[in-house]
Nanobody, 122 residues
Framework: VQLQASGGGLEQAGGSLRLSCAASGRTSSNNVMGWFRQAPGQEREFVAAITWSGSSTLYADSVKGRFTISRDNAKTTLYLAMNSLRPEDTAVYYC????????????????WGQGTLVTVSS
C-alpha cells in the first residue's frame, strides 16, 4: 500500500485546513487508516483513526471536537478536516494504514505516507 498525504500549509489560529491521503496498491476492506503528527523534538503521536466502513472512529483528546476524520473508499482517500486550529497543532502530519482494529501506537501501523507540514500561527 502506498500513501500520499497532501493539504498542509500555513494557517492562522482559529482557521481550518483539510488534509488528504491518497491510497494505492493492495488496499483491503479490513484496514484501518489513521493520522499521526510529529512536532519538532517530539515523538510521533496519534491524532485520529477510522475503520474501513467508517462506522468507528477514535480521536486523541487534544483534537476531539475540532478535527474530523473521514474516508472515501471509492476514491481510496482519507481526509482530516481540522477546525479551530491552535499553534500547538503545528506539526508534520502523517497518514498511516494497518490491518485489523483501531490502535493508537504508531508502531502498530504498517504503511506510512511521507507527511505534510501544518503550521499554525498565533
Amino acid at each position: 500500500v502506498q500513501l500520499q498525504a497532501s493539504g498542509g500549509g500555513l494557517e492562522q489560529a482559529g482557521g481550518s485546513l483539510r488534509l488528504s491521503c491518497a491510497a494505492s496498491g493492495r488496499t483491503s476492506s479490513n484496514n484501518v487508516m489513521g493520522w499521526f503528527r510529529q512536532a519538532p523534538g517530539q515523538e510521533r503521536e496519534f491524532v485520529a483513526a477510522i475503520t474501513w466502513s467508517g462506522s468507528s472512529t477514535l480521536y486523541a483528546d487534544s483534537v476531539k471536537g475540532r478535527f474530523t476524520i473521514s474516508r472515501d473508499n471509492a476514491k481510496t482517500t482519507l481526509y482530516l478536516a481540522m477546525n479551530s486550529l491552535r499553534p500547538e497543532d503545528t506539526a508534520v502530519y502523517y497518514c498511516a494504514a494497518k490491518v485489523g482494529g483501531i490502535r493508537t501506537h504508531p508502531t502498530l501501523y504498517d504503511y506510512w505516507g511521507q507527511g505534510t507540514l501544518v503550521t499554525v500561527s498565533s
